[in-house]
């Protein structure tokens, strides 16, 4: 990938305009190393690089022999970028194989909507194939003195050429089984052997006109929406020169099935769809969204910096560093005003991409400050109103090395929002640090975590709500959804919103923030593929779809404010009666969904539903089965949880990790209990 230069000022080639989160304006970046900082500059040369030389990317444990993953150490791929460039540094795990070409793509919008994948009932679905059938063309094993394999082409060979090695790329091994069908396989998030769903790869020495095949072998998720109509993306790069073209849908014979490889809990399940490359001699790429990469974010973000007028109002901060060294970023918007004014705003509080293979979140999020940071009066009244507080990647490291879900600690960091492990989830303890100390400071009316969703369509939200709870207009969370559904009507759907908490949620974001205090928590959850509602319906979401999702976001929450008591209970009783055209809400739930951002990582949707429609028990018998459940739960785990400690203690070994039995220790147990069981059943 080729680099960025270092900016002349800041550590890690920080712009000077940048500041450390918590200082004051005059503080420039010169003062940034403080011991916080230098924990995580610390942690990214130490950490378990005794444990893991070499590592390849599939780690699992067992009780006897309990390593946790993590990178050996950061690398920069900028140290030959031409000087003078205001770009940052990419940190990338050591392990990782990275070219240094830089990939590139234009914004491009189709004049109409794209349509869904209509299926005929003739698509085929080809069985796995054992790689010694056929031809290994590209196969990429995560160690840094491995090179990758990659078959030698000759000037006649009419082969595919496969490259996935740069920023947010996704492919472990490829197969050619006929002349023009190719068998996929995706790797797994680094330290993990799971989450296989993202994927985002190149193409080279293509033939026009001619019917390929391509077949992902090993996604893992038994319910998929390419089987409601959702085509992956293409993208030409002669098309982008020659026409403007940038990133289409593409694909016919649509089928996603499950396949003969894997047996019991391990089934998997395969993508295959064909289609012909548009030009000879083309350079392509397939995606399952539009990428946004972390240097996309930092270009953003540059942009945002040199402008006169926007950084007037809009101070870019350095949260923290991620485990690779990676810069996580804060952005604090507020018009300038008089200072007892600026502390009687309320604060609004978003962040996006804790899970990197969401990318339609971040378009969101771009769509969010393109609005708030432009000259309207309506975008003037909202910074004249409100503080906001902006983390727009949470999970920069996932998203760089490619990951669909988890960090490189091996873990869905939007389960981490109780941990007080600094140094493992640093992004998420000071997020929410952040916000405490804002708390501190002003009322925070509204906090969204933006998420993708992999099984539903249409743009919803999950929000908290108790029982009994007294519902004043701001204090219902269901208004600020509602007005989202009037601003955003063909894409946003208030009926497939969701308030119950779930005890198997507690640790995510919005419940976390709810229980702090923050009324109005919620998740905006936007499909991966399309929407059903209105003329959009059966057609896939773009980059302008999701970028209009952020600015009717702000719409409705400049909505929320100004709207009379009268209006509100007009908005209410609407609610009233579209619950009431919604049969067991509670019983198909889809925030119970493996596929949810903010749901457990494991579990079947079909499954949960059957239980949670045969179980009915009394409020005291469940009760006292959940408190039981809960004791046996800590003296089952204990054991998992000392050997978690241990591990801690090995990872640090200068300062003694305290590690209390809490429910977030307990969470770690269970998962290196599961990651046992697994290496049992393999083995």
């Known amino acids: 990938m080729a680099c960025p230069a270092a900016p002349a000022a800041g550590r890690d080639g920080a712009s000077p305009s940048i500041r450390e989160e918590g200082s004051s304006d005059e503080d420039l970046l010169d003062s940034f190393v403080t011991e916080d900082s230098q924990q995580c500059a610390d942690l990214t040369d130490s950490v378990c690089a005794h444990l893991l030389p070499r590592a390849k990317h599939i780690m699992l444990l067992s009780d006897s022999e309990a390593e946790a993953p993590h990178p050996e150490e950061s690398q920069n791929l900028c140290d030959s970028a031409p000087a003078g460039d205001q770009f940052f540094l990419v940190h990338w795990p050591h392990q990782c194989e990275v070219i240094r070409d830089r990939i590139e793509h234009i914004d491009w919008i189709p004049t109409s909507p794209e349509p869904l994948y209509t299926p005929t009932g003739l698509e085929v679905t080809p069985p796995y194939q054992n790689p010694d059938k056929g031809t290994v063309v590209y196969l990429e094993e995560v160690r840094g003195i491995c090179p990758l394999k990659q078959i030698v082409h000759q000037k006649e060979d009419n082969t595919l050429i496969f490259e996935a090695r740069f920023e947010s790329g996704n492919l472990q091994k490829v197969v050619k089984v006929n002349e023009f069908e190719y068998q996929l396989t995706l790797r797994a998030d680094l330290y993990t052997s799971r989450h296989m769903q993202w994927y985002y790869f190149q193409v080279s020495n293509t033939q026009a006109g001619m019917p390929y095949r391509f077949t992902i072998v090993n996604f893992t998720k038994r319910n998929s929406l390419y089987k409601r109509g959702l085509r992956p993306l293409l993208y030409s790069e002669a098309d982008a020169k020659k026409h403007s073209v940038g990133w289409r849908r593409t694909g016919n014979e649509i089928k996603y099935y499950k396949n003969n490889e894997g047996q019991g809990e391990h089934q998997c399940f395969s993508l295959t769809w064909t289609f012909q490359f548009p030009h000879d001699q083309d350079t392509c790429y397939f995606a399952h969204c539009y990428p946004y990469t972390y240097s996309n974010l930092q270009e953003y973000l540059v942009a945002i910096s040199k402008d006169p007028v926007k950084s007037k109002f809009c101070q870019i901060h350095i949260l923290c560093h991620s485990l690779a060294g990676n810069i996580v970023y ?13 502390t009687k705003r309320k604060a ?139 601003s955003c009507p063909d894409k946003f759907s208030f009926p497939d919103c969701r308030f119950r908490v779930r005890k198997n949620k507690e640790g995510t974001g919005r419940v976390v923030m709810w229980k702090m205090g923050i009324n109005n928590s919620y998740t905006l959850e936007a499909s991966l593929c399309g929407s059903k509602l209105g003329y959009r319906r059966r057609t896939h979401f773009d980059m302008k779809d999701l970028e209009s999702i952020g600015q009717h976001f702000c719409d409705a929450l400049l909505d929320y404010c100004v709207h009379s008591k009268e209006e509100y209970e007009k908005l209410l009783k609407e609610q009233a009666r579209m619950n009431s055209k919604v049969p067991n809400s509670d019983v198909l739930d889809c925030d119970s969904s493996s596929q949810s951002s903010d749901s457990p990582d494991s579990g079947d949707l079909a499954a949960h539903q059957l239980k949670l ?6 409020k005291t018998s469940r009760h006292f089965h959940s408190s039981a459940k809960a004791r046996s739960h800590e003296n089952k785990h204990i054991q998992g949880i000392e050997t978690q400690h241990k591990i801690f203690q090995v990872l640090d070994s200068k300062k003694k990790v305290k590690l209390p039995i809490t429910a977030s220790a307990k969470q770690v147990g269970e998962y290196f209990r599961q990651m046992s069981l697994a290496t049992t059943s393999h083995g």
């Open 330 to 342: 804060v952005l604090t918007i507020t018009n300038s005003s008089k200072s007892s004014e600026v």
């Open 348 to 486: 609004v509080i978003l962040t996006a991409r804790v899970h990197p293979g969401e990318t339609n979140s971040s378009w969101i999020m771009k769509g969010f400050l393109d609005y708030i940071l432009g000259d309207s009066s309506k975008a003037q009244l909202l910074r004249d109103s409100f503080v906001f507080k902006v983390v727009p990647m949470l999970n920069p490291d996932g998203v760089i090395v490619g990951n669909h879900r988890c960090s490189l600690a091996g873990q869905d960091l939007n389960r981490k929002y109780r941990s007080n492990m600094k140094k493992y989830y640093p992004s998420i303890w000071y997020t929410r640090n952040m916000i405490k100390r804002v708390m501190e400071e002003r009322e925070v009316f509204l906090y969204c975590d933006i998420h993708g969703h992999n099984m539903k369509k249409n743009v919803f939200m999950y929000g908290c709500e108790r029982k009994r709870q007294v519902k004043t207009p701001y204090r219902n969370p269901r208004v600020f959804p509602l007005f989202l559904s009037k």
């Open 613 to 618: 429609g045969t179980k009915k028990k009394t």
